[in-house]
């Protein structure tokens, strides 16, 4: 507001100058006399002013007339720069237009106004890096995929357009399906870029789906080192890579290297149970069996899991049942009030044949949590006991219908799987397994009863499922 009273005031103070700059004039008695080809004229001072201004008007209109008659000689004469400057800015105007009115039509999701505005953009303009990824969205929008491909195509022969190029055709090998190509896409994309997040994740995502677990760790310390996840976040998860590529090398036949990625796997994050259990694996088959033990006991005091059990279990395979009581105590000491030691101590104690000791342990586990495998080996105590076989019977009725216990659960789609894997066979997620209760339902135990094992033997746990006497036990490892 106060801009525009100095302007107005501005602009009528210009008008009384001029004002009374022509009344000076006017009033003035002086003339200015001109004689020229015989004729003489006598101009007052306004006059002469007025002649004098009119003369510069038609000098500088001369002036452009001849500079126009110049520009076309020019051009007549193959110059294009002259004449055609006014042209091309009108063009590029146009073309400008055109490009933000498409790139709006794509925001509000108009596909034939944007696929126009598009065309009208790349006609006026010329200008590919410019125009082809709104022709390529475009066509996206208007569910021309081929077309929108041949334009991301285009794109990979410019530097300046390569990635975002590739990103395009990521994108809908993904939406095709075509996980190979996009494999190929995303590692691409990321030799241009590793900075990107996207990409960062599609290619994780991916590598991890194909199984190239060291690629994956690649990306996984990239991420890491640009502050995409956190240190304690990238151990973990590159443990268990790590854990997994172990078992690649030692489906492979090459038990070296599998022994060297299952220690490390272990050393990066102690208390993930298939990396301790690979590693004390590994341990023994070097005959390093107090390395193995040592490994077994930290990563059963940080989460008693069934199959740190059986790996211990394994170090001593001909021992007696009583024997491996009594070696077992070691571990069953770390964690004493856990759920998983308890039952591993009744399983043991049946195995013995001692069957008090047995009902001891599991406590009153039949009435707080009564599981499958905790119902089963109530069943197995009564019997040993010299309960009826209604009394039997009973408890493993209860047990067909108990829930299973804890099993691998995915933390984000809470599916259940019967062994653990670092990306979840129903929604692809990685590393959210994690051995717990589900929250509803479940599948059978992987070899019925857990405690089968440690009784008669893998070789007979499936047969023996819901026959176990005193008689058929056998201690853990014997056939």
């Keep these: 507001m106060l801009w525009s009273l100095v302007k107005i005031a501005l602009f009528l103070a210009a008008v009384a100058g001029l004002t009374f700059g022509a009344a000076m004039l006017s009033d003035s008695g002086e003339a200015i006399r001109i004689v020229a080809l015989g004729q003489e004229f006598n101009l007052g001072a306004l006059q002469a002013a007025i002649l004098i201004t009119i003369i510069v008007v038609v000098l500088w209109v ?18 294009e720069t002259a004449i055609s400057r006014y042209f091309d800015r009108n063009r590029e105007r146009k073309g400008y237009q055109a490009l933000a009115e498409g790139m709006l039509a794509i925001a509000s999701g108009e596909s034939r106004l944007a696929m126009s505005r598009a065309a009208k953009a790349e006609r006026y303009l010329r200008r590919p890096d410019l125009t082809n990824l709104l022709t390529a969205q475009a066509a996206e929008m208007n569910g021309d995929t081929r077309r929108s491909e041949q334009v991301y195509r285009r794109m990979l022969n410019d530097p300046r357009t390569r990635f975002v190029g590739i990103r ?51 990306v996984l310390l990239a991420k890491m080192r640009q502050g995409e996840i956190p240190k304690d976040v990238h151990k973990r998860r590159d443990a268990v890579l790590a854990l997994q590529e172990a078992k690649v090398v030692l489906d492979q036949n090459s038990s070296i290297e599998a022994r060297e990625a299952a220690i490390a796997a272990n050393k990066s994050s102690p208390d993930l149970i298939p990396a301790a259990a690979m590693a004390a694996k590994a341990y023994a088959d070097q005959g390093n ?36 009581l009594a070696r077992f105590e ?38 707080t949590n009564p599981t499958t495998r905790t119902l089963t080996l109530m069943a197995a105590i ?11 019977r009973g408890w493993l009725a209860r047990a067909v219908t108990a829930p299973r216990g804890k099993q691998w659960c995915c933390d984000k789609c809470q599916n259940i799987q019967a062994e653990w894997g670092p990306v979840c066979d129903n929604c692809g997620g990685f590393d959210t397994l994690s051995w717990r209760e589900p ?20 070789g007979k746990a499936k047969a023996d499922a819901f026959d176990i006497t005193p008689d058929n036990a056998a201690p853990m490892g014997e056939k």
């Design 62 to 79: 001369v002036f452009k007339i001849v500079s126009f008659i110049v520009a076309f000689l020019r051009f007549v004469t193959g110059d």
């Design 168 to 218: 395009g055709l990521l994108s809908q090998k993904l939406g095709d399906g075509d996980t190979d190509t996009a494999l190929k896409l995303a590692q691409k994309a990321f030799a241009l870029n590793p900075k990107h997040p996207e990409v960062q994740n599609t290619l994780f995502k991916l590598q991890t789906e194909s199984g190239d677990w060291k690629g994956a760790r690649d």
């Design 289 to 324: 069996t107090k390395a193995a033990t040592r490994v077994l006991l930290k990563a059963w005091e940080a989460q008693p899991h069934p199959d740190l059990a059986g790996v211990f279990a394994s170090l001593e395979p001909s021992e007696s049942a009583a024997e491996r």
């Design 330 to 367: 070691k571990l069953l000491s770390l964690r004493p009030d856990h759920e998983e030691t308890k039952l591993l101590r009744a399983e043991l104690s049946i195995a013995a044949e001692d069957f008090p000791a047995a009902r001891r342990a599991l406590g009153n586990l039949a009435e």
């Design 382 to 392: 009564e019997r040993g006991e010299g309960e009826s076989e209604d009394v039997v």
């Design 439 to 458: 929250t509803s339902g479940g599948v059978p135990l992987p070899n019925g009863a857990e405690m089968l094992p440690l009784i008669v033997g893998a």
